[in-house]
């Protein structure tokens, strides 16, 4: 029952088309009896489909024409794939649209491998600057002084969030944010989805954010006053303790003092009694600047590559259709 199949063929998983399973085949393969083939008509230019069955558009409608009581049992059947409608160009036309798509496909995968390596970039620089491994010197070349170990408690204020009365709960932006855990913090950005009337433990903008709920160690900044729930805390610190923060965080330390075996926590003692590394305010100084100005790489290549996948997604709405 497995099939043999060839370059152009189209392949489909009858059981997660509803999710966009399909494709074209790009080299010789075998699949399983849970596909469905097809050979593409004199019509069809293979890579065209390729993208054209991948739109949200044609997606929706393999999920209306999909067989099943709940989505886990959705099947979509040969029967029902061939009603699926389509507006096809001519195989020019389809040719010329396929070398469009796929010269930004290559363009926004490049733009991605930067990103990439500036984030491995930066894993690297924080771990072997935390670690020591490497100093910044003085302006004549020396030497910054020995590091001093201290607790975040120490050189910090901590403020575990405390979660209002779900009464309280609104969708109303006019009232107070409310960050309840990781679901809150989103690649070190807030992203709300629930506002408070009621007001018990707040942070303030430019407070370091931090989830003591599973998943322990997510971290972000917060851009404005809000109220923080039991999941987070609220820390005073600096860009230099959220970057030592992201060394524990991306080096997994939190597991050593993480509590619970089924739900993951850490209490406002293990956040107080962490250990922490302290150069001089001088060195300090340099290490925050230059883990700033990183950032500012990473967020300006982030935007990059979102801004070049939403113009790819509205170019695919409105060249796609007649």
Same mark, same amino acid.
């Given at each position: 029952?497995?099939k043999?199949?060839?370059?152009?063929?189209?392949?489909?998983?009858?059981?997660?088309?509803?999710?966009?399973?399909?494709?074209?085949?790009?080299?010789?393969?075998?699949?399983?009896?849970?596909?469905? +083939?097809?050979?593409?008509?004199?019509?069809?230019?293979?890579l065209?489909?390729?993208?054209?069955?991948?739109?949200?558009?044609?997606?929706?409608?393999?999920?209306?024409?999909?067989?099943?009581? $709940?989505?886990?049992?959705?099947?979509?059947?040969?029967?029902? %794939?061939?009603?699926?409608?389509?507006?096809?160009? +001519?195989?020019?036309?389809?040719?010329?649209?396929?070398?469009?798509?796929?010269?930004?496909? &290559?363009?926004?995968?490049?733009?991605?491998?930067?990103?990439?390596?500036?984030? @491995?970039?930066?894993?690297?620089?924080?771990?072997?600057? %935390?670690? @020591?491994?490497?100093?910044?010197?003085?302006?004549?070349?020396?030497?910054?002084?020995?590091?001093?170990?201290?607790?975040l408690?120490?050189?910090? &204020?901590?403020?575990?969030?405390?979660?209002?009365d779900?009464?309280?709960?609104?969708?109303?932006?006019?009232?107070?944010?409310?960050?309840?855990?990781?679901?809150?913090?989103?690649?070190?950005?807030? $992203?709300?989805?629930?506002?408070?009337?009621?007001?018990?433990? $707040?942070? &303030?903008?430019?407070?370091?954010?931090?989830?003591?709920?599973?998943?322990?160690? #997510?971290?972000?900044?917060?851009?404005?006053?809000?109220?923080?729930?039991?999941?987070?805390?609220?820390?005073?610190?600096?860009?230099?303790?959220?970057?030592?923060?992201?060394?524990?965080?991306?080096?997994?330390?939190?597991?050593?003092?993480?509590?619970?075996? $089924?739900?993951?926590?850490?209490n406002?003692? #293990?956040?107080?009694?962490?250990? /922490?590394?302290?150069?001089?305010?001088?060195?300090?100084?340099? /290490?925050?600047?230059?883990f700033?100005?990183?950032?500012?790489?990473?967020?300006k290549?982030?935007?990059?590559? &979102?801004?070049?996948?939403? %113009?790819?997604?509205?170019?695919? @709405?409105?060249?796609?259709?007649?």
């Amino acid at each position: 029952l497995y099939k043999h199949v060839y370059f152009g063929d189209l392949v489909l998983n009858m059981m997660r088309a509803w999710q966009g399973a399909v494709g074209v085949v790009k080299s010789e393969a075998m699949v399983s009896p849970a596909y469905i +083939t097809a050979v593409p008509s004199a019509e069809l230019y293979p890579l065209f489909m390729d993208y054209y069955l991948r739109r949200d558009e044609a997606i929706g409608q393999m999920n209306n024409l999909s067989y099943g009581v $709940t989505d886990f049992r959705k099947r979509l059947y040969w029967d029902s %794939f061939v009603k699926v409608l389509c507006h096809i160009p +001519t195989v020019a036309e389809q040719k010329k649209i396929t070398a469009f798509f796929t010269h930004l496909d &290559e363009t926004i995968a490049l733009h991605q491998r930067q990103l990439d390596n500036y984030k @491995q970039l930066k894993k690297s620089m924080i771990q072997k600057i %935390f670690e @020591q491994k490497l100093r910044f010197k003085d302006a004549d070349g020396n030497d910054y002084p020995k590091w001093k170990r201290r607790t975040l408690g120490e050189i910090s &204020e901590i403020i575990m969030g405390q979660s209002p009365d779900s009464a309280n709960y609104t969708s109303n932006e006019q009232d107070t944010v409310l960050i309840q855990g990781n679901a809150d913090l989103n690649g070190g950005r807030i $992203t709300p989805r629930i506002y408070t009337t009621q007001i018990t433990k $707040t942070c &303030e903008a430019g407070d370091i954010i931090l989830t003591v709920r599973a998943p322990v160690g #997510d971290l972000a900044i917060a851009n404005t006053r809000a109220c923080i729930g039991r999941g987070v805390c609220a820390i005073k610190g600096d860009l230099y303790i959220y970057q030592y923060l992201e060394m524990i965080r991306d080096t997994d330390g939190w597991r050593k003092i993480i509590q619970g075996s $089924t739900f993951e926590s850490i209490n406002s003692n #293990d956040v107080k009694d962490l250990p /922490i590394d302290v150069p001089s305010s001088e060195e300090r100084k340099k /290490i925050a600047e230059f883990f700033k100005a990183l950032d500012r790489r990473i967020e300006k290549s982030t935007q990059r590559v &979102e801004s070049m996948k939403q %113009f790819r997604k509205g170019l695919m @709405q409105q060249m796609f259709v007649e």
